[in-house]
C-alpha cells in the first residue's frame, strides 16, 4: 500500500509548484491511471512514488517506509527491488543486444548469474521477444524497444510497475499490443501505475485520477 500525504514539489527553477499538497491512497495491485495535461505535474508524482524525484514536502509511505526520509542507498534500494520504470522513450543501451539490456537490473539487483539465462528468456517470452534475444537494442522498431523496456522492468519480479506515457512514441497498434501486455502484468498481481494522456488506454486502470496544475481535481472508479 501507498500513501501520500500533502505532497509537494516545487523545482528549483520554477516559481508555480509542480504538485501541490497532494493526497492519495493506492492499493497493492491496482491499477491505477494518471491523466491531465502536459505540464499538470504527472511525471513529477510518478518520479517521486519511484523514488526518481524527491519532493518539497509531504511524505510517501510504500508498506509503512517514507520513502522520502530514507537515505540515498536505500532509496536505490527500493526503486531496484520494489518498482520497475517504464518510460515514453524507452531509456534502452542502444549498443547492447536486448538479453544485455534486461539482464541489467539483475546485475545491479546482485541475482545469482547462474539464473541469468533463463529469467532473461522467461520474461522475453512473455513480451514476445524472444526472437530478438540477440538483436542490438538500436535494431529494433518503437514497440519491440517498448517490449525490451517492459522486459527489463520486470526481470527482478517487482510488486510494482510505473509506466510515464509509454505508447506516447508508438502507433496504435503497438500501443494496444503494449496496453494488453500491462493488462496481463496486473491481472497476474502486479500494481501498475500508468501515466498517459489517451483517455482511452486510461480506462485500462480500475481507477482513474486527474491532475491539473499539480492537484487532482477528479477521480472515477
Ligand atoms: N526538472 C524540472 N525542472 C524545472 N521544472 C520542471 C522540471 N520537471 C518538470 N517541471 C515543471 O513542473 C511542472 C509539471 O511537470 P511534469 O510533472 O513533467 O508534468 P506532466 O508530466 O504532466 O507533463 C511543469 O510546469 C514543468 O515545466
Ligand atoms: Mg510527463
Keep these: ?39 499538470s505535474g504527472k511525471s513529477t ?27 540515498d542507498n536505500e532509496l536505490s534500494d527500493y526503486r531496484s527491488r520494489k518498482t520497475g520504470f517504464v518510460f515514453q522513450s524507452f531509456h534502452l543501451e542502444p549498443q547492447f543486444t536486448v538479453y544485455d539490456n534486461v539482464r541489467l537490473p539483475l546485475l545491479i539487483n546482485d541475482i545469482s ?26 535494431k529494433l522498431s518503437g514497440g519491440e524497444k517498448q517490449r525490451c523496456a517492459i522486459a527489463r522492468a520486470l526481470v527482478c519480479d517487482p510488486p510494482l510497475i510505473l509506466a510515464d506515457e509509454p505508447c506516447g512514441n508508438l502507433d496504435s497498434e503497438n500501443s494496444f499490443k ?3 501486455l500491462l493488462k ?34 477528479n477521480e472515477t472508479s
Design 1 to 39: 500500500m501507498i500513501v501520500i500525504e500533502k505532497l509537494s514539489k516545487i523545482y528549483d527553477t520554477a516559481d508555480v509548484p509542480a504538485l501541490d499538497n497532494v493526497d492519495l491512497k493506492i492499493n497493492d495491485g491496482e491499477f491505477l491511471s494518471i491523466v491531465g495535461k502536459s505540464g
Design 113 to 138: 548469474y547462474n539464473e541469468h539465462k533463463e529469467r532473461i528468456e522467461s520474461i522475453l517470452k512473455k513480451v514476445g521477444l524472444e526472437d530478438k534475444i540477440k538483436s542490438k537494442a538500436s
Design 184 to 217: 496481463n502484468i496486473n491481472d497476474e498481481g502486479k500494481g501498475v501505475i500508468l501515466v498517459t494522456h489517451d483517455k482511452e488506454a486510461a480506462r485500462c486502470g480500475s481507477r482513474i485520477i486527474e491532475l491539473k496544475d499539480g492537484r487532482i481535481i
Design 45 to 71: 508524482l510518478l518520479h517521486i512514488i519511484g523514488g526518481i524525484e524527491k519532493p518539497t514536502s509531504g511524505k510517501v509511505t510504500v508498506d509503512e517506509v517514507d520513502i522520502t526520509s530514507v537515505s
Design 178 to 180: 503494449i496496453m494488453e
